[in-house]
Each structure stands twice: as structure tokens, then as C-alpha cells.
């Protein structure tokens, strides 16, 4: 059987045994959710359709292909297991099930998760046997539930504006994994650049003496090891070599864990980041951030690359045109994204699907911190991540202000998390606490865009357009404004249409001829560039997605204009860069 997304989803933890589930399943449509009282979580129960996993139903990759909302489904898969499988103990993974998922196996409840984005394990050793085996997965989303955080998912029949086609159930890689009792559960990575060393944490199942044996393009460079006893254990990790983690340069180590019988493959990056005044430094040196807003839609799969050469590819794109990392937008990404991410040197903002959610409602914060802190567990070790941003643009809701304590809280326990790298507390609008105060300007002048930040320089206040907003509206609440102290980030400029087709849109005019695109978009990066006091730009956006036709790539990702006229503009030297 031709597996689709066959690599392994996990490669910063992977083990020799496991088994990729993608491919055909049995599944149906159960929009009334009647599907328990019918018993279809039997093992014995036969679902009307079929489906191809990864891919969600309204994809064509799924072979489903249905665009009208769905509020349940259920995915049947039988799978062959053997004894020497069965020896020690056996998970079911999932990359991600949008947004509740029961699971069953063999017509035994094996557990649920809720959150759409996120992965998550079920320990199903005593459900399994040798022989055949049946997991069934119930899932179910509403993109209208002001309490589920949908992302760019539309909440209308057609996509509309920055909303584009949903996603129902699975859409990242399932797949079992097999340990021995003592296992490994999860390692964290933290470098050090001044020591050449990486300070490892490990969760371990069972006794035993953890190890940890570091390489480099083949040759050893390192190792440590520790006793276990059922608990955390703690070590540094030394190298005999630096290689640090630069942009265009991943420059990974490789690092292979053992534990007992357990053995795991990992690799890291020896970078640092960090801000001093208004500059982000990576490695000590001041970088100025280069991005583009990557949304992670694919005309065919939706929310689920087709393939991971196409994860490879946007990467590859982003940079061809200057830009030397990404907002992850509205989504939390694969990590087969980030693992080429990491290899590549490719910096990104690791940020959460808050759109859909009313941020007026303090139980809001119920709906995003445990995804949230499970997306900071799970991707905490991956280099090419330099930053987090858990909400995008909280606007107001109906008359009522954002709660103020739902950002707080979640800038807050991101820190607890994670004290390595900055947070944006919500990227845009409105700021209550955050290590970055960045803003969205889509003025399409020049002269005026560059007019804005110039007051930077003379020592004046950062432009904003929110907080303008709303000292001219006495009736609106007050909003946080610039301290004039930290690293200022244009984290949303440009979204230049071209090439537009009937209904849909770029931001401001579409300028009429190649040459205006192309000057129009030099004259929006030089003011950035050359403003010492900002630190970043990122510009809207790398492709097209759907009727949003803003990219600077069509939807299937083929060039609007020469890419090197982009990197010629993009590459030079800006003015906070040391």
C-alpha cells in the first residue's frame, strides 16, 4: 500500500518501532452525532464511506471532498499486530484531530482529547492483541462556538475574507509506537552557547541508566549518562565541538538516547535569543527578523502539506525571496515543518489558532492555555522556534473590551514554561503584558508607512493604529501604549494584491503594472530597514490563499515575479543589524 505522509511525524524523538497508520479508513458523516447510540464505536460496526488519513473531509486528498460543515465523524482502521510487537507497551499517536476525538479500540474507550491543533499519545497497551484490531475515532467541531479557537477556518458556508476552507477531524499522521516498560517520555534540550553544552531534563518510566551520546556530521562530540529511577532526570551534556545554529546554517547535533531497552533519536541546535534595548539578538548579535506570514494552506490538502517536500518547499520559497524566517499563522504547524525549519536555519514564531475565540470571556482562557502549553512542551526544543505568540489581533466583541487577565494569565504561564525566549502577548492588538510591542500596518504609501516609524527615531511615539483608534473615540477604553523601551516588530505590513481574479482582494489598490508592485514593495521594506529602531518586519504574505490573493506566490506556489528581485531588496543589511 502506497502510505501517504509516510516519514516519520516526530523526528526530534523518534524510535525504530512504531507504525504509520495513514491511508484508507473506513468513515462516515455523523452530523446529528447519533453515532454512539448506533453503536458505531463497535468493532463489529461498519461505517458507510472511506476516507485517506491524513487529510481532512473537505480536502480532495481525502477523496471525501465535502464543504458544508461537519459536526461529527467517525474513522474506522483495522490493523494487523503481532506478540512480538505487544512484549512491552503501545501507544496511539495522533498529529493532530480538530476538535474533540474519542477513541476506541477494538470497542473499548481508550480516551478523548480536546483542541485542534495539537498532538496527543493514548496509552492502549492492554486494549491491543495479536491479531487484528480495530480503532475507531470519533471527532467532532463547530466552527460557530464562540469558546473554540478555529483559526483562519471559515465560519460561513463560503471562505470569506481572511477565512478560508475548514477543517473537520484528522489531519496530521496517525500512528503506533512500541517501548519496553522502562521507557523514555519526553526530553527537553536547553543550550548553552558560552559552555558548549546542552542541559538536558528527561522523564523516564522504570529504572535504569539514562544516556545521552551526541554527534556531529557523523563524529562523536560528546556523551553523559545518569541512574534513573522512575523519576526526572537532570544533566549537561558536553561538546567537543561549537557549531552554532545561524540563519542559513542549522548546523544540528545529533543525539541518541538510551534507556534500558529504549532508544530514541534527537537532535538539537546550540543557538541562543534574546533582546537587549530594542534589538533581538541571536547568538549575542543583533538580527533583524525578516519574515513572512505563512499561513500553511494547500489548494489540495488544505490544512495537511500533500507531501513533506512541500514543507520543504515554502520553507525553500521564503528564503529564495530574502526572508530568513515566518509567523506561523493562526495554526499550530507540523513538526515535520519545524524539523526542516531547524535543518535549514529558518527562524519562526511559534503562535496558536485564537480567531473564533471570544476573548471578551474570561473562561476563554480555558480553550487556549492547555493546548497552548502543550504546543510550548512539545515544540520547546526545536532551534529554529525563537519566539511565541499564543493570540493574534483580540479584538473586542459585541460592545464588551477583551479581558485584559485572559492574555495576562497565558503571557504569564508561557513564561513559567518557558524563560528561553520572547513572547508577544497578542500580536497586533490589544497589548496587556508582552516582552515585544509590535504592530499592523497596512498602509500601502510609502511616505507615508515610512512617515509612521520615523517619529521612532526623533524620539517620538510608535505609530499604532489601534491605539489611534481609540484616543479619538472617548466612548472606546483606554488601551496600553508604547513604554518606548522594548524592541519594536511590524509584524504585519504589505498583503500587496496582484493578479486578482473576480471577488477576491489584496490590502489598499492593486498597483497597476509590475514595476509599481515591485516599487511599492521596496519602498514599504526600505523604511523598515533603515529605522534603527525597529527589529523586524513581516510581510503579508508568502502565498495565496484562496480568494486572499496577497502573496507574493500564487495559491500553487508558483512565482508572481522573479524571486531574486525580492531577495535583492530583502538581503541588505539593516540599520539595527550589528
Not at 473499548?108 to 485542534?116: L, P
Not at 545529533?254 to 541562543?272: M, N
Not at 504569564?412 to 508577544?424: H, W
Amino acid at each position: 500500500m502506497d502510505i501517504p505522509r509516510k516519514e516519520h511525524p516526530k523526528p526530534q524523538f523518534r524510535r525504530d518501532s512504531w507504525m504509520n497508520l495513514n491511508g484508507p479508513w473506513a468513515f462516515e458523516i455523523d452530523n446529528g452525532k447519533s453515532g454512539r447510540e448506533r453503536g458505531l464505536f463497535k468493532a463489529n460496526a461498519s461505517l458507510g464511506g472511506s476516507i485517506t488519513v491524513p487529510f481532512c473531509p473537505q480536502s480532495e486528498l481525502s477523496g471525501v471532498g465535502h464543504k458544508d460543515f461537519i459536526y461529527g465523524a467517525w474513522y474506522q482502521r483495522k490493523v494487523e499486530l503481532d506478540a512480538g510487537q505487544l512484549c512491552g507497551r503501545t501507544f496511539l499517536h495522533f498529529g493532530a484531530v480538530d476538535y474533540r476525538a474519542e477513541v476506541y479500540v477494538n470497542g473499548e474507550k481508550a480516551g478523548s482529547h480536546t483542541g485542534g491543533y495539537i498532538s496527543f499519545k493514548l496509552e492502549v497497551t492492554g486494549l491491543v492483541k495479536p491479531g487484528e484490531n480495530v480503532i475507531t475515532v470519533f471527532a467532532e467541531d463547530d466552527e460557530r462556538d464562540p469558546m473554540i479557537p478555529r483559526g483562519k477556518q471559515s465560519e460561513m458556508f463560503y471562505s470569506h475574507g481572511c477565512d478560508y476552507t475548514r477543517t473537520t477531524g484528522i489531519w496530521q499522521t496517525v500512528w503506533l509506537e512500541f517501548t519496553p516498560k522502562a521507557y523514555i517520555e519526553k526530553v527537553r534540550i536547553i543550550p548553552n552557547i558560552d559552555q558548549g553544552s546542552f542541559f538536558i531534563t528527561a522523564d523516564v518510566t522504570g529504572s535504569g541508566t539514562l544516556k545521552a551520546e551526541a554527534s556531529f556530521e557523523g563524529r562523536p562530540v560528546g556523551e553523559v549518562s545518569l541512574e534513573a529511577n522512575g523519576s526526572q532526570v537532570r544533566m549537561t551534556l558536553p561538546l567537543s565541538e561549537v557549531h552554532l545554529w545561524e540563519l542559513g546554517a542549522g548546523r544540528l547535533y545529533d543525539i541518541d538516547f538510551t534507556f534500558g531497552e529504549d532508544a530514541v533519536h534527537s537532535y538539537a541546535g546550540l543557538r541562543s535569543v534574546g533582546l537587549c534595548g530594542r534589538k533581538f539578538l541571536l547568538n549575542g548579535k543583533s538580527v533583524f527578523q525578516r519574515t513572512v506570514l505563512d499561513q500553511g494552506f494547500y489548494p489540495d490538502g488544505i490544512y495537511t502539506a500533500p507531501t513533506d517536500e512541500a514543507l520543504v518547499r515554502d520553507i525553500e520559497l521564503s528564503m529564495s525571496c530574502g526572508f530568513n524566517g515566518a509567523r506561523l499563522h493562526e495554526k499550530i504547524f507540523e513538526e515535520r515543518f519545524l524539523y526542516h525549519a531547524d535543518r535549514l536555519g529558518y527562524m519562526v514564531w511559534g503562535e496558536f489558532p485564537n480567531w473564533g475565540l471570544d476573548h471578551t470571556l474570561p473562561e476563554a482562557v480555558y480553550s487556549v492555555l492547555p493546548d497552548w502549553l502543550d504546543e510550548v512542551d512539545r515544540d520547546f526544543n526545536h532551534p529554529s522556534i525563537i519566539g511565541w505568540c499564543p493570540f493574534n489581533e483580540t479584538w473586542d466583541r459585541n460592545g464588551r473590551k477583551q479581558d485584559d487577565r485572559v492574555l495576562r494569565a497565558v503571557y504569564l504561564a508561557t513564561k513559567a514554561a518557558d524563560n528561553t525566549r520572547p513572547c508577544i502577548d497578542t500580536s497586533g492588538n490589544y497589548h496587556v503584558e508582552t516582552d515585544i510591542y509590535d504592530v499592523h500596518d497596512y498602509d500601502q504609501d510609502p511616505a507615508s508607512f515610512k512617515a509612521h516609524y520615523d517619529e521612532l527615531i526623533k524620539g517620538g511615539e510608535l505609530w499604532d493604529q489601534v491605539n489611534r483608534l481609540h484616543m479619538m473615540n472617548s466612548m472606546l477604553p483606554k488601551r496600553q501604549e508604547y513604554d518606548g523601551k522594548k524592541p519594536v516588530f511590524i509584524s504585519e505590513y504589505g498583503g500587496i494584491g496582484w493578479g486578482l481574479s473576480e471577488s477576491a482582494w489584496g490590502y489598499g489598490n492593486s498597483p497597476k503594472t509590475g514595476e509599481e508592485f515591485i516599487e511599492r514593495f521596496r519602498g514599504l521594506a526600505d523604511a523598515l530597514l533603515d529605522n534603527p529602531e525597529i527589529m523586524g518586519l513581516c510581510y503579508t504574505q508568502l502565498t495565496n490563499v484562496e480568494q486572499e490573493q496577497n502573496g507574493l506566490f500564487t495559491y500553487e506556489r508558483e512565482p508572481k515575479f522573479p524571486v531574486e528581485t525580492f531577495h535583492e531588496i530583502l538581503s541588505r543589511k539593516a540599520a539595527i543589524e550589528d
